[in-house]
């Protein structure tokens, strides 16, 4: 090999590992923003990460604060001029948050006119207004997007409708967090029936938390979402969904589910319909939460397929011990019909979990016990 190969060889291993070391800061932008003043071998990693995703907007718990959503318009106005004036960036933009305050001052028609070739997620919380449905209309209809996830505060379910009306037909997975509307009713003129019907748009995730009059919407006619191969299933107070009419056929189709056993507890949330799950996921906030969840597990289909049970436990007392149950927890685990059962994973968010084994000692046993850590919920 002659010494220039191997110069070329070193410089590559040596732009590998950089770009290796430096993909552990992509949830670090102060420190990405240095990276890329570094040199230029590290600058083009570092503006992947960067750009990644961009928020536009102040964080949901400063609505209304004066001084961060100044600050919020004066990073939108910097934002908006490195993309006009460097187009480029528009290729590395991935992900997209969009905060709506009343006192943010935000040009999103202007905003929405950019093109986002590669965007595969929309996010968009906050009070919706007349005047930022259609923007946010015009950017659900970017024909990249896979998913998109709204939040906030609706007038009616007609917004609502409308704002999602021009999705683009790639999307696969849609998250309703929390929205809140007065329930009018939806009316769509006859002759426009027949090619909303034509012309679904096939969903394959949902997540639905904290929305509690969408499901009038999801049920009407005139919703332009196909949910019948839904795969993926993320509820929390709605678990009488199983029983909506939209989705009476798809429930055997879907192989993940997530629910929250404390809210599940009023209103029982029946698993023998879910015949091909694969995954089942519970968010545990309290020791209590456990029982409410083994109750749960206890109405599974006996010709079921499932592989993995995740216990995502957010708070130190959530945390199953001898003395408060695990012995018992261990025990009914086992007793499931789950012949095809590899894990039962406990994921714990805070506190780390000692001993965990000792305290299922049946799970252990088989080796089905999995410990692991995340810094959020929902990593």
Known sequence: MSPSSRRDNNI?????????????????????????????????????????????????YSYGDATVSAAASRRWQLLSAVLSTSPRFLDLVKSMSIFLDSALRVDLSSFA??????????????????????PIH?????????????????SSLDEVAGVL?????TIKKLSFLSVQTHFVALQLPSDEDDNINKNKIEITSLDLCWSPG??????????FFDFSNLKRLRLNENTSLPSWPAFASCIPRVEYLQFQPQLSANQPLGLAQFTHLKCIEMLIEFRDDIASALKTLTTIAHTNEIQTLRFRLTHAN??????????????????????????????????PLTNIAENLPLLHARKLVRVLHRRRIFD
């Not at 800061?25 to 961009?54: G, M, N």
């Not at 006119?113 to 259609?134: C, D, E, K, Y």
């Not at 969408?214 to 919703?223: A, D, K, Q, R, T």
Request: glycine share 6%; net charge negative.
């Open 138 to 154: 015009q950017l659900f209809g970017i024909g990249t997007l896979s998913s998109i996830s709204i939040s906030g505060n609706f």
């Open 113 to 134: 006119q950019f093109a986002f070739p590669h965007l595969r997620h929309i996010s968009v919380s906050g009070n919706w207004t007349p005047l930022v449905l259609r």
């Open 12 to 60: 590559f291993d040596v732009q590998e590992l950089t770009d290796y070391c430096l993909d552990f800061l992509h949830d670090s932008l102060p420190e990405l923003k240095q990276c890329a003043l570094v040199s230029r071998s590290w600058t083009k990693t570092s503006q992947l990460h960067i750009f990644y995703h961009i928020a536009i907007g102040s964080p949901k």
């Open 165 to 169: 009306s021009g999705c683009s037909p």
């Open 318 to 351: 959530s945390i199953p011990n001898a003395e408060t149950g695990s012995v018992d927890m261990d025990r009914q685990l086992v007793a499931l019909p789950l012949p095809y059962l590899k894990t039962v994973e406990l994921v714990y968010i805070t506190s």
């Open 214 to 223: 969408i499901h009038h919407w999801l049920n009407s006619p005139h919703c």
